[in-house]
Nanobody, 129 residues
Framework: QVQLVESGGGSVQSGGSLRLSCAASGYTNRNYCMGWFRQVPGKEREWVASTHSDGTTYHADSVKGRFTSSLENAKRTLYLEMTSLLPEDTAIYYC???????????????????????WGQGTQVTVSS
């Protein structure tokens, strides 16, 4: 049984930093993708970043240059380093996992929630102005 457990959320002032972690257990496939999404009430879940098991990482334009997703493969742990946080970054952040897919010789960017099979419980990030 696959389990994803997020940690590291909290409250911070605008311009501050936070690091989220997502520990995965029970995932046995060698080629996998782990992603970060966020959601605010009344809106759809928004893709933030995704990292493949070989370290290939993609970030959404809205967080590029401020957030960094990385994977410690040996520990099956995904991180999201968030800097220069803005009030609009306030959301519940979720990590997710699924099998990786090749497209044209590269890992396909999996940026839709429905492409992911497993989800964590979410962690709240609140950024005050």
């Amino acid at each position: 049984q696959v389990q994803l457990v997020e940690s590291g959320g909290g409250s911070v002032q605008s311009g501050g930093s936070l690091r989220l972690s997502c520990a995965a257990s029970g995932y046995t496939n060698r080629n996998y993708c782990m992603g970060w999404f966020r959601q605010v009430p009344g809106k759809e879940r928004e893709w933030v970043a995704s990292t493949h098991s070989d370290g290939t990482t993609y970030h959404a334009d809205s967080v590029k240059g401020r957030f960094t997703s990385s994977l410690e493969n040996a520990k099956r742990t995904l991180y999201l380093e968030m800097t220069s946080l803005l009030p609009e970054d306030t959301a519940i952040y979720y990590c997710a996992a699924t099998d990786a897919r090749l497209y044209g010789g590269s890992w396909e960017v999996l940026d839709r929630a429905e492409e992911y099979t497993y989800w964590g419980q979410g962690t709240q990030v609140t950024v005050s102005s």
